[in-house]
């Protein structure tokens, strides 16, 4: 019988169980939030720096096919400065990115502003404040997740991402959920 769980990374942990670093014990892992089954794995990652929605579960075709790159994965995206609608429409039709060294096209990302910013828990480590200029927040969803894209692909347009919280994956959401929360799920919702 496998076992599934959805979690609320907090900000500073790793998108693992163990490390083989050798300073891993300075490393916050996903087996501090919960007693999972020695099989368990993260069904894809998030940045140490990011936080959100994180799909954890037992069965390995599971973590694949949500892997493959058909599954919406939205997230909530604290960009430095206003957004415009222009950088949006760059963000939809693809821009160029960097992965290991080469040149990628992103595809499938539909963005939008969010008129009103998202209600989060406190993040261990401040943002920054109000001196240093404005923030908004937009909504990205993607099917396809390569290392750091999101942060890639709101620079590329000229906005940094200062803050980044995924709150979907397929139909699972982050809802009312508090960092570091972890709810066992009867089955995915794809």
């Avoid at 989060?120 to 993607?142: C, M, N, Q, Y």
């Avoid at 809802?175 to 972890?182: H, K, L, R, S, Y």
Wanted: positive net charge; proline residues 4%.
């Amino acid at each position: 019988m496998y076992k599934h769980f959805k979690i609320y990374k907090p900000y500073g942990y790793l998108s693992q169980f163990i490390t083989n670093q050798k300073k891993g014990g300075k490393h916050k892992l996903l087996g501090e939030l919960g007693n999972f089954p020695a099989e368990t794995m993260a069904v894809g990652r998030l940045d140490k720096d990011s936080e959100g929605l994180l799909l954890l579960t037992t069965n390995g075709k599971l973590s694949a096919k949500i892997t493959a790159g058909n599954s919406e994965k939205e997230y909530y995206v604290q960009v430095d400065g206003q957004i415009t609608e222009a950088a949006l429409e760059k963000l939809n039709s693809g821009v160029d990115i960097s992965i290991n060294g080469e040149t990628y096209r992103t595809r499938d990302c539909v963005s939008r502003i969010l008129e009103t910013p998202p209600v989060f828990p406190a993040r261990a480590k401040k943002i920054r404040d109000e001196r240093h200029g404005p923030t908004s927040w937009v909504s990205i969803t993607l099917t396809e997740g390569k290392f750091r894209q999101v942060k890639k692909m709101t620079a590329a347009v000229g906005f940094p991402t200062l803050r980044l919280v995924r709150v979907r994956i397929g139909r699972e959401t982050l809802e009312n959920m508090q960092a570091g929360e972890v709810q066992e799920l009867k089955e995915v919702a794809l």
